[in-house]
């Protein structure tokens, strides 16, 4: 048995939710038809909107179920500018440097498409987006000819609650707050924050939240976009008119129930489980530290102090090596982690968040991410600091650092 340390990447599948997905799917039945099985299906996925609205402190209207993170990105992305471009003529997008690319490459297909504008938000060391910042790109972008600040020609504010790679939370209710009273819609990408921090859609300020059911231990491929009752949406598919008519497609029954099953267990566990990971997290720091390899910890981190940092994250760089050959080391010694975005694995690039940063490319290429869980022990913790010593010299000798 290998010890899994990419929770990140994808964390395994419940017991309870697996139990729900069989229970559902054996029953089948399309949630739009109008028969009984149909009816039944719908009332299923109805009872899971609640729940994930429960859990999250949406209102179940606000629910827009998708196939995970990545479409809901691209819907709110990709549906509010088309909306804000057809009734304000608004063609900027202010977004977070340190975004996982279910964002970053809808913005950039925008840019290049569609002669969108784009502010980066640039991160501190830490990863941070600062407040200030935002509001000044935001005075900054004000129409030339206007003053009202509704008359700002920015489209969507887009910046996640959680980072995928160095754990950095953000300021996110902050944040939506200064958009708000711009009166510019904002998106928060919290598919690694739910299930490890308090997430509250209504408190959070967001009007467009990005949610995902594998990384809190329910299936790959169910999602939700939450999108307030008043967030102005063009579909990307049409079809069936599903979903507020903004998400065509059958809905996945099945898939609904298991999400909601594993969400209402991941956040009735979070409290506690969040304070194990921290002190398992800040274990596995501390000994990697220890063993004197000149390891650093990026992102928010202090020994002993509680920080802006997930509480499942550790991200390390070590000098002199590749990230891809500490990834296929450790795996060939039975431990499984990643460089960094599970998405960008076998593309060997230093990682935009380390650059945005601000760290050196010889540096970012050095990253190591060690993502806990449900699942994690302090066995896992103990395979990856034996393996460790080994693994850095024959990865600093591949490299000739050594
Ligand atoms: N956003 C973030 C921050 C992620 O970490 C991921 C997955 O790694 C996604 C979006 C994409 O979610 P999904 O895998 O459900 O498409």
Request: with cysteine; glycine share 10%; net charge negative.
């Given at each position: 048995m290998s010890a899994y340390l990419d929770h990140a990447?994808?964390?395994?599948?419940?017991?309870?939710?697996?139990?729900?997905?069989?229970?559902q799917s054996q029953r089948g039945g399309n949630p739009s038809s109008l028969h009984t099985s149909g009816r039944a299906a719908r009332a299923v996925v109805e009872e899971?909107?609640?729940?994930?609205?429960?859990?999250?402190?949406?209102?179940?209207?606000?629910?827009?179920?998708?196939?995970?993170?990545?479409?809901?990105?691209?819907?709110?992305i990709k549906g509010t500018y088309a909306a804000r471009l057809a009734s304000v003529g608004a063609r900027r997008l202010v977004v977070g440097g340190t975004e996982h690319h279910a964002v970053l490459d809808p913005v950039e297909h925008l840019v290049q498409s569609q002669g969108a504008d784009v502010t980066w938000l640039e991160p501190d060391r830490c990863g941070h987006i600062s407040v200030?910042?935002?509001?000044?790109?935001?005075?900054?972008?004000?129409?030339?000819?206007?003053?009202?600040?509704?008359?700002?020609d920015v489209a969507i504010i887009s910046v996640m609650w959680a980072n995928n790679e160095v754990g950095t939370?953000?300021?996110v209710a902050d944040l939506a707050a200064v958009a708000r009273e711009a009166g510019v819609p904002f998106h928060t990408d919290a598919v690694q924050a739910v299930?490890?921090?308090?997430?509250?859609?209504?408190?959070?300020?967001?009007?467009l939240m990005t949610v995902s059911a594998h990384k809190v231990g329910g299936p790959v491929g169910v999602g939700a976009l939450l999108a307030r009752r008043d967030a102005r949406l063009v579909p990307l598919a049409h079809g069936g008119g599903q979903e507020r008519q903004v998400r065509s497609g059958t809905l996945d029954a099945a898939g609904i129930r298991a999400f909601a099953v594993a969400l209402t267990e991941a956040v009735a566990e979070r409290d506690v489980e969040a304070k194990r990971l921290t002190a398992l997290r800040d274990h596995l720091i501390g000994r990697?530290?220890?063993?004197?390899?000149g390891i650093s910890v990026s992102g928010c981190w202090?020994?002993?102090?509680?920080?802006?940092?997930?509480?499942?994250?550790?991200?390390?760089?070590?000098p002199g090596c590749e990230g891809d050959s500490l990834l296929y080391l450790l795996d060939a010694a039975g431990v499984e982690c990643s460089t960094g975005s599970a998405c960008q694995a076998g593309v060997p690039q230093p990682s935009h968040v380390l650059?945005?940063?601000?760290?050196?490319?010889?540096?970012a290429r050095g990253a190591l991410r060690l993502s806990l869980g449900h699942t994690s022990t302090d066995a896992d913790v103990d395979a990856f600091i034996a393996a460790l010593p080994r693994v850095v010299e024959r990865a600093r000798r591949a490299s000739g650092a050594a």
């Amino acid at each position: 048995m290998s010890a899994y340390l990419d929770h990140a990447a994808t964390t395994p599948l419940r017991a309870s939710a697996r139990a729900a997905w069989v229970e559902q799917s054996q029953r089948g039945g399309n949630p739009s038809s109008l028969h009984t099985s149909g009816r039944a299906a719908r009332a299923v996925v109805e009872e899971s909107r609640e729940e994930i609205a429960g859990a999250l402190g949406a209102r179940p209207s606000e629910v827009v179920f998708t196939s995970g993170g990545t479409e809901a990105d691209n819907l709110a992305i990709k549906g509010t500018y088309a909306a804000r471009l057809a009734s304000v003529g608004a063609r900027r997008l202010v977004v977070g440097g340190t975004e996982h690319h279910a964002v970053l490459d809808p913005v950039e297909h925008l840019v290049q498409s569609q002669g969108a504008d784009v502010t980066w938000l640039e991160p501190d060391r830490c990863g941070h987006i600062s407040v200030d910042d935002l509001k000044s790109a935001l005075v900054a972008t004000l129409a030339p000819a206007v003053g009202a600040t509704d008359a700002l020609d920015v489209a969507i504010i887009s910046v996640m609650w959680a980072n995928n790679e160095v754990g950095t939370v953000q300021p996110v209710a902050d944040l939506a707050a200064v958009a708000r009273e711009a009166g510019v819609p904002f998106h928060t990408d919290a598919v690694q924050a739910v299930g490890q921090l308090p997430v509250d859609f209504a408190a959070s300020g967001a009007d467009l939240m990005t949610v995902s059911a594998h990384k809190v231990g329910g299936p790959v491929g169910v999602g939700a976009l939450l999108a307030r009752r008043d967030a102005r949406l063009v579909p990307l598919a049409h079809g069936g008119g599903q979903e507020r008519q903004v998400r065509s497609g059958t809905l996945d029954a099945a898939g609904i129930r298991a999400f909601a099953v594993a969400l209402t267990e991941a956040v009735a566990e979070r409290d506690v489980e969040a304070k194990r990971l921290t002190a398992l997290r800040d274990h596995l720091i501390g000994r990697a530290l220890a063993l004197d390899l000149g390891i650093s910890v990026s992102g928010c981190w202090t020994a002993g102090e509680a920080t802006d940092r997930l509480p499942g994250n550790a991200h390390l760089l070590v000098p002199g090596c590749e990230g891809d050959s500490l990834l296929y080391l450790l795996d060939a010694a039975g431990v499984e982690c990643s460089t960094g975005s599970a998405c960008q694995a076998g593309v060997p690039q230093p990682s935009h968040v380390l650059l945005a940063m601000g760290y050196p490319e010889a540096e970012a290429r050095g990253a190591l991410r060690l993502s806990l869980g449900h699942t994690s022990t302090d066995a896992d913790v103990d395979a990856f600091i034996a393996a460790l010593p080994r693994v850095v010299e024959r990865a600093r000798r591949a490299s000739g650092a050594a």
